[in-house]
């Protein structure tokens, strides 16, 4: 009778220790997956992932290296921080000196009744070739980046 109440305790303890390794190998990928690859420079979808990397940071002054001057030109007034948490590339296509980068905008925000909300939508980032390297000639609104633009709207005094 007491070899047959061991072999239950056996078999729990097998699974245990298997689920106790599944959950080990999920937190070590999750935590040791690294940062994003990232892609060439000289190719327009690294210059989409560098230039929106820019605009989530904050890094204006960089975003604005990515941009013509005719993208610089369409900022007049304040566009305010970037509304996108996330950019993943969705496709890119070339043709010639102008190029198309596809990308999903993911945006998340914290609170809600059933906790954080999370919402996605495609986009595309129109690209051309300006003295031999690319440059966003059109970025979709929640990545717009201007860097003349002032901090704050100018508020009235009391």
Request: proline letters at 8%; glycine letters at 8%; one cysteine or more.
């Amino acid at each position: 009778m007491n070899a047959a109440a061991r072999k239950p305790d056996r078999i729990l303890l097998a699974i245990l220790a298997a689920i106790a390794l599944l959950v080990i190998t999920a937190l070590a990928v999750v935590f040791f997956r690294g940062a994003p690859q990232e892609l060439d420079e000289s190719t327009p979808a690294g210059v989409v992932q560098r230039y929106s990397t820019a605009v989530i940071t904050g890094d204006t002054a960089t975003a604005d290296t990515f941009l013509t001057e005719e993208a610089r030109g369409r900022c007049n007034g304040y566009f305010g921080p970037p509304e996108a948490t996330r950019v993943v590339l969705v496709s890119t296509s070339e043709r010639g000196d102008s190029a198309t980068v596809r990308v999903s905008i993911v945006h998340s925000s914290p609170g809600g009744p059933f906790g954080p909300s999370e919402f996605e939508m495609e986009e595309a980032f129109s690209l051309v070739k300006d003295g031999g390297r690319w440059k966003v000639n059109q970025a979709p609104y929640q990545l717009m980046s201007c860097g003349g633009a002032p901090a704050r709207p100018a508020s009235p005094m009391p």
